[in-house]
């Protein structure tokens, strides 16, 4: 990572579709991670330092160096949830409570990580049938949708992601999909936990090339900057205050 | 359990200082769990059958059967967390997405429990110096609240519980305290995880009469009341819907 | 209203529409006041005193003595949102922000009480064109909706609000509406303003006979209990407080 | 203002007490909005433009230039509240539900714009006893407390804001004051209405130098980044959609 951005991204992607699976490797064929990578450093250009880390690299990529440099995580995993070792999600739970930001994406819903934040079991219907999801607004305004032109906007075709979505009520509800089965869902959410902003967005079945959207990359380029820490000293530890704070006496102007 | 009541409550106490301690034996001679479980009996008589439980039962007290029936129950636990068995833990989370209420009192904010539920640390500041701790209502109306007169009531003696509190922000804020020392405290609160509703309620050290004060009684035997399951049926396991949910078509009305 | 009954509810309509258009008065003979009443009555007996009340009435039926007695009420106008008077609609608010629980009821989004009390302009999209309404539940267990079957219900023809919903973000999100035509809904929400709760729900609209479906009667008798006010006593008014409340010592424990 | 800049901010101030009231003299000579227009300058540099407005102005300095250019608007009023007008009250409204940031001072709690937008009374307990407060951070990491050291600050005397303070519950609570005398005070505040994002912030008293506090401009400068509008373009007006907004079909992936 170079000294002299502004913000440390990490990009983690399970990367196992894209080696197994054609569909997958003609959308993505270097990693969904290049993919959300290039269009991070497209985006915020020099501000911004991008780095990969993937479950097959040793401690997922992700040591304790990167982990403690990193100011905001994307997170693409499915297939290799259990295979995420829960020493690493320590971890990276550690950072978020820290105030890393952690930028979840689509079967992100059910990663260790996720849920270990939520609480919950993260879980949702779904179905694969090349279904229209079209996305509508319900936080006009919010900075993560800056720049989304229109009251929704439409991925042609899309995995149907839909309630009951297992989630504490998020802090605050960006957008409702809708899609052509019946099915409705909260796709964009943000929850706070700790001093860490969290965002979870839904889109981006490994099936379809939805990451190369500009919406969808907008969406996501936005929330990292949303998600990106502050650089406040409050600490998190319990502690045992031995005496009152300070002498607490009436006190006149200066 | 009596099958004719509406509501089955298990308070689940550690049951560690009162064995232990002088000054905690001498406010609760049979444990903190039998005046909480007498209190609860005396609010709501017959409506309600309330069994006991403690850490040192086999299983803690908290059976597959014993889970099964809770509708509510109240977690009291301080020195002995880390004893409590991971496997149980997962027990309860499970019981509260399902539906069970969950009541988490004082010291019980570090439980293994509440903190899974919460994904974050839970931590606190805290100081043990005799203090007033005056509790403001900021949720006036809320039904937890309901009979407890005036703009706030007071707790001669308390344990100093300070922010930062790290929680979630809580899906509703209903007292915050004030104590002599220079301290704030959001002391009542209310979350929901999947079907379950969940009370955290700071006041409650071992070493102060607290649980004979009428006020906190009040607001916990509320808190059971407003906690208790419905009887929905939302299932929230996750599910492959392979088609469409009906077909949709345009219709007229009935 | 009868003394014996634990709640006293004012079901308040326009009763326009029931008086000059024919499929309406097919649905609604009597008024939709009349079917709302009775589906109260039906549901909690001799617990409630029903009360109705409407547009042409003097003081709109609701005179300083309604206003005081009732515990809740329930909201239905559209086409004479103007005609209702500004002086009652700084009664009803009053009354809201000490206690009374109000049920705001599909066009009556835009209802002067309504956006008063949300400060936007409560505006939506709309479409009558008989379209198949499937409402989703995404806060299982929540008590409004006690007694709902199933992860979601349907009105097979039901009239289209679509988002952006111009409200606060709810307190409670209970249900997400979808459309045929390709929108959603938050169909369901909880806000609380001073001592007051209210709700909104959408379906109703009166070329539909909505207010004969078993799920929306449950729904919104569902809403009458939750929403009626508690005894406490806090007061709302500005007070200037000369003194600190009381003098603030070290206190040992009694 | 000039047109380079990123952002328009307007400072309005009644200007009442500093032209009658020698200790507010002192502390404002040039009038609160002239310190907050400094700091606002200071921190933001040749990105903010801002500008002044006063009560006595004619249409209070708020023509329909004015506002249609203003991103952010702070307010500060007491004394001079029913003095504005209704028809600048609603244009102030309709800008923030557009997106117009607004960021409302001390007591300017109970002005007509905030009351509006609140729905509520806005009403609190005060007193005026040169105590100390301080303030405690409840939400670590929020962008609005970015650079204020450590888990609380203090001032040395501040008047006293209680609870109850008779608003909707926040989106987000950032701090909760403590006073000398016995209080709490939610003395940080987000509202989102509309696409507009509201902040509260209630140190300020006329009779101390609080606005020369650096932490109190930090918020204060803070929250006026926080709160300037996107470039979204959602609409929200009401709208009647004549027909389904696209045809609905299956879709291939593209």
Not at 38 to 56: F, K, M, P, Y
Not at 117 to 145: F, N, Q, Y
Not at 187 to 216: L, M, Q, W
Request: charged share 20%.
């Amino acid at each position: 990572m170079e000294s002299n951005a502004v913000m440390h991204v990490t990009v983690w992607n399970e990367f196992i579709h894209e080696r197994s699976m054609p569909v997958v490797q003609k959308n993505y064929p270097e990693g969904i991670h290049r993919v959300l990578a290039s269009a991070i450093e497209q985006r915020w250009g020099a501000n911004v330092s991008v780095h990969c880390a993937t479950l097959d690299q040793p401690l997922h990529g992700l040591s304790d160096d990167v982990l403690a440099k990193t100011d905001v995580m994307l997170w693409w995993g499915h297939a290799g949830h259990d295979k995420v070792a829960d020493s690493i999600v320590d971890k990276v739970q550690r950072r978020v409570l820290e105030g890393m930001g952690l930028i979840v994406l689509h079967s992100g819903h059910a990663s260790k990580i996720f849920r270990r934040l939520m609480g919950t079991t993260c879980m949702l219907r779904w179905r694969e049938a090349d279904e229209k999801e079209r996305l509508w607004i319900v936080s006009p305004g919010h900075v993560i949708l800056d720049g989304i032109q229109g009251e929704y906007f439409e991925l042609a075709a899309s995995e149907m992601y839909g309630e009951l979505f297992d989630i504490p009520q998020p802090d605050e509800l960006l957008t409702v999909s809708w899609f052509e089965g019946g099915e409705v869902f909260r796709s964009a959410c943000t929850f706070r936990r700790g001093k860490g902003k969290i965002f979870y967005f839904s889109p981006g079945h490994e099936t379809y090339p939805i990451y190369h959207d500009f919406n969808v990359q907008r969406i996501i380029t936005n929330a990292i900057a949303w998600a990106r820490p502050t650089d406040g000293t409050v600490q998190l530890a319990g502690r045992n205050i031995k005496q009152p704070l300070s002498p607490i006496a009436p006190n006149t102007p200066s």
